[in-house]
């Protein structure tokens, strides 16, 4: 009898201990652990958002004017006689490209969160932007390679949450086919809620070879519902720019026309 | 000769400022004219990152030619009250675009009128914040300078 007891309390004791590692994820403790619940400042940006203005009045005297320096704005004027002779320019207008960063400044995101990051869904793009909250600094140099969202790291102050982007893909495009032009291109961003429903984000971007000062936008965005609108290139033709070559098959067919 | 309007300049004022540019530019569009046709609808493309309007427009000798029309895509038709079904192939319905410049069978889909009177507007027209918008977005950062 004493030694069942005594048995049934070991095995019970062995259970107590054993109950949280069943519990867990089949991984080394400690190595690994589920995200909890976000921040209730970065919960406030979970949802779907899009733009409601592009610039807001504000202190700064540029409103958001791309202050190019004399090289990017010599390419931007080649690219606009290309552009004003029909040519399709390279990058995102010849073929579908992840949209990156700036694309999702421009068409609006979904935002997901979780204690260790913000996800940010590009609204056009298929861009998915972690934005880390708990990393101090980013990955070294030797280690970082270059993507569309780059390399987003974050923390609150107060209910601003600063965002420093670095890593940024020397392709993605900062505005109708510009690039950004030097691999240590830095954006640095404070989202903040205006109210339950209007995000404001203001941005500086620097970019030496690109800005000749640090550029500055405002964008606010409004709450919208939840939809599916987040992959790109659905379109068969695979390309951005209008095709009128290439006609659906199964398509309504008028009696005389053409097949 | 086109010039700037007070409509025009309000949609500059909306839109310069933006951090980024469309896809594509829509200076192949002639967003200075407006064409409005009565049409029949080949099928309707609900599709990222354009919707597409293919079309039937009757020539001069009555025979049906074939025009593409490129919208928006869903995120922002979806905002403008479009969806999937919107339009139905077979369907005869007014609609006004931007032609191409070039002269071949497409353009910028502006508007719809459907034969129950209902109107459905891309945003495509200037000041708009459809197609207009993902064209004009960023003026003062875009190349085409629109």
């Known amino acids: 009898m004493k030694c069942s007891i005594k048995y049934s309390l070991l095995g019970l004791i062995t259970l107590a201990i054993s109950a949280p590692v069943l519990a867990a994820p089949a991984q080394d403790a400690g190595q690994i652990v589920a995200p909890g619940p976000a921040p209730a400042a970065v919960q406030g940006f979970v949802g779907m958002w899009t733009v409601i203005k592009s610039w807001k009045k504000g202190p700064v005297p540029d409103k958001g004017e791309l202050p190019l320096t004399p090289m990017m704005e010599a390419k931007r004027a080649r690219l606009w006689a290309m552009d004003k002779a029909n040519v399709v320019l390279p990058g995102r207008n010849a073929s579908c490209l992840p949209g990156g960063i700036f694309d999702q400044f421009t068409f609006g995101f979904r935002v997901e969160a979780n204690s260790e990051y913000m996800l940010v869904i590009g609204g056009e793009g298929p861009t998915l932007r972690p934005v880390w909250l708990k990393k101090k600094s980013h990955t070294p140099d030797n280690l970082l390679f270059p993507t569309y969202q780059g390399e987003s790291i974050g923390h609150l102050e107060g209910n601003i949450l600063v965002i420093d982007t670095v890593g940024i893909n020397e392709d993605d495009e900062i505005t109708y086919a510009l690039s950004a032009q030097d691999p240590n291109m830095h954006v640095v961003e404070h989202w903040k809620l205006n109210n339950l429903n209007e995000l404001q984000v203001d941005a500086w971007a620097t970019d030496p070879k690109a800005f000749y000062r640090p550029w500055h936008f405002t964008m606010i965005y409004g709450r919208a519902p939840l939809t599916n609108q987040f992959s790109y290139c659905d379109d068969p033709s695979k390309a951005d720019e209008l095709n009128i070559n290439n006609p659906p098959t199964d398509r309504f067919i008028p009696p005389g026309a053409d097949r | ?146």
Do not use: C
């Open chain 2, 1 to 146: 000769m086109f010039k700037l309007g007070p409509r025009h300049l309000a949609a500059l004022g909306v839109v310069a400022l933006a951090p980024a540019a469309a896809h594509h530019s829509y200076v192949m569009f002639n967003q200075n004219v407006t064409t409005n046709v009565d049409a029949v609808v080949s099928t309707w493309q609900f599709t990222n990152p354009h919707g597409k309007l293919w079309i039937y427009i009757y020539d001069a000798s009555g025979k049906p030619q074939l025009w593409a029309l490129e919208a928006p895509g869903p995120a922002q038709l979806l905002q403008h009250g479009w969806d999937k079904y919107t339009v139905k192939p077979g369907e005869k319905m007014k609609i006004s675009f931007h032609p191409l410049r070039n002269g071949s069978h497409g353009g910028s889909l502006v508007e719809i009128i459907l034969p129950d009177g209902r109107q459905f507007d891309t945003g495509a027209s200037p000041g708009g914040s459809g197609n207009g918008g993902r064209g004009g977005f960023g003026t003062s950062a875009n190349p085409a300078g629109k």
